[in-house]
Every structure is written in C-alpha cells, then in structure tokens.
C-alpha cells in the first residue's frame, strides 16, 4: 500500500513540473516573440546638435541672440507671436535700452480707455509686449488658411528636444519622395509630423543682412533663431547656472569645514587611553 502511494505521488509531482515547465514556456515565448518594428516614413528624429550654451558653465551668446532676434522681426514675427516677452527684458541681451526705447516707439500700441470711454493708441514702450501680428485667433486662422501659426514664446519646451526640433524643421524643406500625396498649400518636411507642413519655408540664402557682416545662410539664421527662441523660453538660464555654482561652492566649503570641525572635536576623544586599575 505505502508503495502504491508513492509511486501515485511521484507521477504526481511529474505531472505538477511538467505543466509548470509548460506554463513557463508558453509565457516565455508570448513575452518575447519578435514583433515586427514599428517605423514610420512620414518623420524624422531630429539629430542632436552640439548647442554651446546648454553646457554646465556656458552662457548665451548675446551676439547670437542678436542676430535671432533680427531673424525673428524680419521674418518669423510677419506671423508668429512672442506674447511673454516685453522690450525691456531684452536690454543688456540683444540691444542697449536706448535702442530698445526707439523699436518700442515705432510701433502702435492699442491702449485706453481714455478718459472718455474710447480706446486709443500711442507709442510702445518698454513695458509693452512685443507686437503680435494678428489681433485675434479667427484673423490669424483667415490669414493662413485656417491654420493658427503658435506663439514661440516656450515652443523650445513644448517640442520633444526643442533645439534640435526647431533647426531640423527650418533647414529640413524639401521635395517630397515619390509616389508621396501632396496637399495643395502644403509643403513637404520630413521632421513635421505627417510630412505635410502649412508653412511656407521661411528662410532663404541672404534672406537679412546681418549688422555684423555674418554670412547669412540658411542655417546660420536658423542656428540664431533657434538661440533666441530658446532664450525666450528660458531668460533665466545663466543666472540659474550662475546660483547653481555658487551654491555648490558653498556647499563644498560648508562640507569641507564641517569634517575638519568633527575631526577637531572628537580628536581628544579618539586619541584618549583608558587604563582600568584593579
């Protein structure tokens, strides 16, 4: 009888690992069958440039953002806005506040009400937000064929590696690959989701003429452009680096003399003999 058992427990606990093993292995195979890749032909990643002022240490090159803004008033400001920044936080950045006062000055802002219930306008000042091009969403809507052109005050954050993003799509028109159907008032850009882009290609070879005698290609104003739009969205990039550091040189010292003081304090304790007498 007592063989009878074990031999009915031994196929028993057989058919238990046989079933286990089986079990695994079914689950095995379903978690790691090879699914076929997922790419798509209608984009392109963005390369990885190597931007200067994203280093640890590195600052804005205010020379650049110069040349940005320019890009951005000559070209990108005919439909995009900046709603977030006002003349007076690009002194000492792009321009000296003089030269700010006389830009700000040019163009007419819609102010009131007066006295008398009515709107009016006047000069811009340093206070004013950069000019928007369109009043409204509907005019700007109307004006480029139901698509609303977005502010570019943060779109280097709002973009998956914004920089990078940014330069690849201004320098990235092209002529769309065979067979591809193509949209009439549509461009083709490999980096916009879809390929298909609204956008006209906005710059062009010489398209400004820089005050400092660079060359103006395509890719340079878009290297500036890109810069300044990445300063828009964080003005406070060098002087958070620059707390960053000072911080950390503190802390240094702070740590620095904290262990000498422990090592003072506790010197007469660790070198002390203690002799215990009968």
């Known amino acids: 009888m007592a063989q009878q058992l074990r031999t009915a427990f031994t196929k028993y606990n057989k058919g ?14 379903t ?6 890749a997922k790419c798509s032909d209608e984009i392109l990643h963005a390369p990885s440039y190597p ?21 951005y008033r000559q070209v ?4 995009h806005s900046i709603e977030r920044i006002h003349y007076r936080e690009l002194a000492g950045v ?12 040019e163009v007419d802002v819609v102010d009131g009400p007066n006295d008398e219930g009515e709107m009016f306008e006047r000069p811009g000042k340093l206070t004013d937000a950069l000019p928007k091009p369109y009043q409204n969403e ?8 139901g698509a609303l052109p977005p502010d570019l005050s943060l779109m280097v954050k709002a973009r998956h590696a914004g920089q990078d993003y940014l330069f690849s799509l201004l320098t990235g028109y092209c002529e769309p690959p065979a067979g591809k159907a193509m949209m009439p008032g549509l461009y083709y850009n490999p980096y916009f989701p879809g390929g298909l882009i609204a956008m006209p290609p906005p710059l062009n070879d010489d398209g400004v003429e820089y005050e400092d005698g660079t060359p103006a290609t395509i890719s340079q104003q878009a290297r500036d452009v890109v810069q300044f739009l990445n300063w828009c969205a964080e003005p406070e990039a060098d002087s958070r680096k620059k707390d960053a550091f ?5 802390l240094g010292f702070t740590a620095l003399m904290t262990g000498y003081y422990k090592r003072f304090r506790w010197s007469t304790l660790k070198t002390r003999s203690i002799s215990y007498v009968k």
């Open 246 to 250: 000072t911080y950390m040189v503190v």
């Open 51 to 71: 931007w200067e002022h994203l280093g640890l240490l590195s600052s804005y090159d205010c020379a650049a953002l110069r040349r940005g803004f320019q890009v």
């Open 76 to 79: 990108c400001a005919t439909c």
């Open 94 to 105: 792009t321009h000296t506040t003089e030269e700010l006062v006389a830009m700000a000055s």
């Open 16 to 29: 238990l690992a046989l079933a286990a093993t089986s079990t695994a292995t079914l689950s095995l195979a």
């Open 138 to 145: 509907e005019q700007g809507r109307l004006a480029n064929g």
């Open 31 to 36: 978690l790691y069958t090879p699914s076929p």
